[in-house]
């Protein structure tokens, strides 16, 4: 029985990846490992682990994993994701979605700024990243993709000013995934509600579940 564990995790934001929303599937509720990419052949079953919010430089301990149905207890191969060909890795993609409304003015819309940086700079090569901005309407700055420039040209001119229409902007950064995406997030960074929006929560929680969306 083939299992992949994924050694390096998407780290960074403050609870960046403990909501795990109408995402995939979790090992147990409250778990920090996400399961994923479920596949099956005669006699095997493979699957992908993810450990979220974990330290820098941490890694998953494919020794200490144990797989078990109805009681019984199965034979694992763990292979670590860096000694794969990428190609047989999950296709994951991000949007980050970062509010500029009037209420950010001065060293909040700096420290969402900072952020942003941060979480690129530690964002696994792998994982395509978008970033939408939001203050009275949502504008996408970059459609998720491998090359980060766009999306840090986008956060580092950022200005404040407005209303915050932040379920029009989750709900737009939902439909920027590319349809061969096998794990699709977007990160909210605000500093406070919903004001102005057209869409409402029920909409944005509809959507996300439909599109397969995992809303941090």
Do not use: C, W
């Not at 990160?187 to 406070?192: K, M």
Request: hydrophobic share 50%.
């Amino acid at each position: 029985m083939p299992a992949r564990v994924r050694a390096a995790a998407v780290v960074g934001l403050v609870l960046v990846l403990l909501g795990l929303g109408a995402g995939p599937a979790v090992a147990e509720p409250g778990s920090p490992i996400v399961v994923s990419n479920v596949g099956t052949a005669p006699g095997k079953l493979s699957l992908v682990l993810t450990g979220s919010g974990l330290p820098e430089q941490a890694a998953l301990a494919g020794g200490a994993l144990t797989v078990s149905v109805e009681g019984t207890q199965l034979p694992v191969e763990v292979t670590s994701a860096a000694s794969l060909d990428p190609a047989e890795l999950p296709i994951r993609s991000v949007v980050l979605v970062v509010e500029t409304g009037e209420s950010t003015a001065g060293a909040p819309l700096v420290a969402m700024e900072i952020a942003v940086f941060n979480y690129l700079d530690r964002l696994p090569a792998d994982v395509a990243a978008g970033l939408v901005t939001v203050s009275d309407q949502a504008r996408v700055v970059a459609a998720p993709t491998h090359e980060r420039t766009a999306v840090r040209t986008g956060a580092g001119s950022l200005s404040a000013g407005g209303a915050s229409a932040l379920y029009d902007a989750v709900l737009l950064a939902a439909g920027q995934f590319d349809v061969t995406s096998t794990e699709r997030r977007v990160v909210l960074l605000a500093d406070g509600p919903d004001q102005g929006s057209q869409a409402t929560a029920g909409t944005v929680a509809t959507a996300l579940r439909d599109q397969r969306v995992v809303l941090d």
